[in-house]
């Protein structure tokens, strides 16, 4: 599996920006998704996961009720809406995937949140 992410850029506070995450293959929907984040001077972290059938989410508590992930398994797509955008947002976003732990890693988008 192959992914390609984008959507980053810099962004004021309290803006919106939606990342993406095509995946190559035609078995997209056997994969769970994912997003993490590295900050400068920072380990990366989970963000946010979705299951193969989109129903369930999962997400680290400081972007609860901001973020939101889904996916179209039509499109070998997964997105991130992110909302009310914090400066402590600022990091390269990495999309991942995998049948049981996150085996597969796409290239990384910056995001910039200015206060």
């Known amino acids: 599996v192959q992914l390609q992410a984008s959507g980053g850029g810099l962004v004021q506070a309290g803006g919106p920006l939606r990342l993406s995450c095509v995946a190559s293959?035609?078995?997209?929907?056997?994969?769970?998704m994912g997003w993490f984040r590295q900050a400068p001077g920072k380990e990366r972290e989970f963000v946010v996961g979705?299951?193969?059938?989109?129903?369930?989410?999962y997400y680290v508590d400081s972007v609860k009720g901001r973020f939101t992930i889904s996916r179209d398994n039509a499109k070998n797509t997964v997105y991130l809406q992110m909302n009310s955008l914090k400066p402590e947002d600022t990091a390269v976003y990495y999309c991942?995937?995998?049948?049981?732990?996150?085996?597969?890693w796409g290239q990384g988008t910056q995001v910039t949140v200015s206060s």
């Open positions: 293959g035609r078995t997209f929907s056997s994969y769970r």
């Open positions: 979705i299951n193969r059938s989109g129903i369930t989410t």
């Open positions: 991942t995937a995998g049948l049981g732990t996150y085996d597969y």
